[in-house]
């Protein structure tokens, strides 16, 4: 019987310390607690013109893309017009864990999908300039992947030896339907607004996410087999406003100011998992576990705000310089239970210490000019950080672009490439681990004036 009650015991410690390794501080509890955005976090635009200046595009802001980086910009389109923006993202994540070097190496993806849609048309009314549009926009990316093995041989208590492998990919994406509407106030300024609603009645809009692990060990001399799958899925959906003023301050210079409001949207979050520890030489001891549920939750989304100032030295040449400033310290989950988290940490609101970004981005144009058609070159570089606990993480990058305008049609291309290094810093293990990530994008845009 004191031998039954002393394997038992053994069998007890074993689950309790599986369970403090999987769920204390591995690594789904590094990725599920944080909401990972793969893309920039930072409110932007869209558009293969602006990504090719680098972004620099609130001051100029004159096509139909303007409802998504500064609305009041729209008033300068002076036919209707048809826009239709492809993505093309490439992002690889080198991640270096000091508890477990082995399991250190590079994570790639890619997705291809549609960026923006918009359809814009200027009108008179009682001898005011006006235009209105609608307007598509994938904002965010959470497609992501982590993948690999490690061993762990903890130096203190109980002999264990652990051999697990981890697989974990996260889907999906946020995007709005977005009117817009701009007036000329004055020939000098007009006010312009974007209407966004964040809804999935298009396409899906939210993220979902598969963790696997499954190890094999041995504690205090007894083998054991641990696997894990749990499976989440979010649905988001809100509406929020960006409020944009153009100044033609004089035939060279103008300038943009745009307000992109904060807003609490609804998450409905759907959670499934199983788990078990199967002991092959005492099949009678072996546990499983099983847990779904349902709740709805509430994210409140940050708000930000940017000013923009161009230059037209010539008819060939622009220059533009953005500054654009993102309050992360209102971005707050509230669980179903009544406990506010941070997205960015996964730690309580109030434990967490997030600062603004504040990104700066400068870009240029120069067309060449012939009879039938203009061929632009355009060129940029961006300061982008990422929010983090305590100071923001420092991303960089650059761009260009070229096209071709023939009649009514302008065909446009850009690439991006984003990068940071030493970013993300987390804990995994109680060790301090960290990202070496670059990100490649490639817009491609066709604008169809009628």
Not at 237 to 246: E, P, T
Not at 321 to 337: C, F, K, N, S
Not at 378 to 407: H, L, T, V
Not at 424 to 435: A, F, L, W
Request: overall charge negative; some cysteine.
């Amino acid at each position: 019987m004191s031998h039954r009650i002393s394997e038992r015991l053994i069998i007890v410690l074993l689950v309790s310390a599986l369970l403090t390794i999987f769920f204390a501080g591995g690594l789904h509890a590094q990725i599920a607690q944080t909401i990972t955005i793969s893309s920039s976090p930072n409110p932007v635009g869209s558009g293969a013109r602006a990504l090719g200046m680098g972004g620099a595009f609130i001051g100029i802001a004159d096509d139909a893309t303007a409802a998504s980086w500064n609305p009041a910009g729209l008033i300068q389109l002076e036919t209707p017009e048809l826009s239709v923006v492809g993505e093309y993202n490439s992002r690889t994540e080198d991640t270096s864990y000091t508890a477990f070097p082995e399991a250190s190496g590079p994570q790639r993806v890619s997705s291809f999908e549609l960026n923006y849609f918009s359809l814009a048309c200027p009108f008179n009314f009682l001898n005011w300039n006006m235009i209105a549009s609608l307007n598509f926009q994938h904002l965010y990316d959470f497609n992501k992947k982590v993948g690999f093995s490690y061993t762990d041989n903890p130096s203190s208590g109980p002999p264990l030896s652990l051999k697990n492998s981890i697989d974990y990919k996260q889907e999906g994406g946020l995007s709005a339907i977005s009117p817009a509407f701009a007036v000329q106030i004055t020939p000098e300024i007009s006010f312009g607004f974007t209407l966004n609603f964040w809804e999935d009645t298009f396409q899906d809009n939210g993220w979902k996410s598969v963790y696997n692990s499954m190890g094999t060990g041995t504690f205090a001399g007894f083998p054991f087999t641990v696997k894990t799958n749990i499976r989440e899925e979010y649905e988001m959906s809100g509406f929020n406003y960006n409020a944009g003023i153009f100044w033609n301050i004089n035939h060279i210079f103008s300038m943009g100011a745009v307000f992109k409001s904060p807003f609490s949207a609804k998450l409905k979050h759907d959670y499934s998992s199983v788990s078990s520890v199967t002991f092959p030489t005492a099949p009678a001891s072996n546990t499983s576990n099983k847990i779904n549920y349902s709740e709805e939750e509430t994210l409140d989304m940050a708000y930000s705000y940017g000013l923009g100032l161009s230059a037209r030295l010539s008819d060939a040449l622009t220059l533009g310089i953005d500054v654009y400033r993102t309050e992360w310290g209102d971005y707050v989950l509230h669980r179903a239970d009544g406990t506010e988290t941070n997205p960015i940490t996964g730690k309580l609101q109030s434990e967490s210490d997030i600062c603004a970004t504040t990104q700066v981005r400068i870009g240029g144009e120069y067309l060449i000019i012939g009879e039938k058609t203009i061929v632009p070159i355009r060129a940029g570089i961006f300061y982008d950080p990422e929010p983090s606990e305590k100071n923001p993480e420092d991303f960089w990058g650059i761009s260009f672009g070229s096209g071709i305008a023939y009649k009514k049609i302008v065909y446009d291309v850009a690439y991006q490439y984003r990068f940071g290094r030493n970013v993300r810093t987390t804990t995994v293990g109680n060790e301090p681990s960290h990202q070496d990530v670059d990100q490649h994008t490639v817009y491609m845009s066709v604008i169809y004036h009628f």
